[in-house]
């Protein structure tokens, strides 16, 4: 084989490499991970009670698939208005993702004649069974967005703390 020959399949080889090592940084390890998910799993039921602005205690249960960052699922309100004692439930489905242990949900009233939006913004603390955050939500009885901290406990463990 030639000097040139040699030359030329030494070129040939670094730019096959390369390109190989482009794709691989690119393409192949973004799927990888993306499918391969070290985040905590956050699947399963969590509680939380809050107190409103407007005094009316909410109980809540959250029901959580996770998939990878990807998170579904619904919420309940079981909401006690204070002056009439009478309690009103409201279902939300949520989604959302989880990255970084920071948790974005959004929801939506899965009954189509009322008006119905939540957003939660949480952290995962501790070690995976508690989040903590802000909740808001547009609120019908203050015909007004509300919003509050809150606190998430995973079913199993101990009760969610009533914040005011």
Not at 29 to 52: F, K, N
Not at 85 to 108: P, Y
């Amino acid at each position: 084989m030639s000097f040139a020959e040699s030359l030329l399949a030494s070129l040939a080889a670094g730019a096959l490499w390369a390109l190989l090592y482009a794709v691989t940084k690119r393409y192949l390890i973004p799927a990888i991970r993306s499918h391969i998910s070290d985040e905590l799993d956050l699947g399963g039921q969590w509680y939380c009670q809050m107190v409103t602005p407007a005094g009316n205690p909410h109980e809540i249960t959250l029901d959580l698939k996770q998939r990878w960052r990807a998170l579904e699922g619904r919420m309940t309100v079981v909401k006690h208005i204070a002056p009439t004692g009478a309690t009103e439930i409201k279902s939300f489905a949520v989604w959302g993702n989880v990255r970084d242990r920071f948790v974005v949900l959004q929801g939506r009233n899965t009954e189509k004649r009322s008006v119905g939006v939540d957003t939660e913004l949480l952290e995962v603390v501790g070690d995976g069974r508690t989040m903590r955050g802000v909740s808001a939500w547009y609120s019908t009885t203050a015909n007004a967005i509300e919003s509050m901290q809150c606190e998430w406990v995973r079913a199993g463990s101990s009760q969610p703390i009533m914040t005011a």
